[in-house]
């Protein structure tokens, strides 16, 4: 999974890699704090992370993958027990990092891209 230095370079990849960390960030705060990440949290996210990587979206778009992120991630929480769901908040954090690779992490970045394609039929 690229995130930082290697960003996907086009605008599809980027939308694929900012839902999949948004989602995992909502999965890492639900699992540690036992709270999901508020609308105004999670844009907040979403505009730090591409700033960092000196991307820009615009700000409904940027709402837009927030609230997909929020409703994959608590799919994902409501198919799991706490354990699963703490390992697989921890693939996916891990899996933020270029270097790592990860066949559960691939498979959620898998099916974000499903999210956005239906998302674009269904539009």
């Given at each position: 999974m690229q995130m930082r230095d290697n960003m996907p370079s086009n605008q599809r990849g980027i939308r694929v890699a900012l839902l999949f960390a948004l989602a995992a960030y909502r999965l890492q705060g639900y699992y540690e704090h036992g709270q999901w990440l508020t609308d105004a949290q999670g844009g907040t996210l979403a505009s730090e992370w591409l700033?960092?990587?000196?991307?820009?979206?615009?700000?409904?778009?940027?709402?837009?993958?927030?609230?997909?992120?929020?409703?994959?991630?608590?799919?994902?929480?409501?198919?799991?027990?706490?354990?699963?769901?703490?390992?697989?908040?921890?693939?996916?954090?891990?899996?933020?990092?270029?270097?790592?690779?990860?066949?559960?992490?691939?498979?959620?970045?898998?099916?974000?891209?499903?999210?956005?394609?239906?998302?674009?039929?269904s539009s």
């Open positions: 700033e960092r990587s000196k991307i820009s979206m615009p700000f409904d778009e940027r709402r837009r993958l927030s609230s997909l992120s929020d409703q994959f991630a608590r799919d994902i929480a409501s198919q799991l027990s706490r354990e699963a769901g703490l390992y697989t908040a921890h693939e996916m954090m891990e899996a933020l990092d270029p270097i790592y690779y990860s066949e559960i992490a691939e498979s959620l970045l898998d099916a974000c891209k499903r999210i956005l394609d239906e998302q674009i039929t």
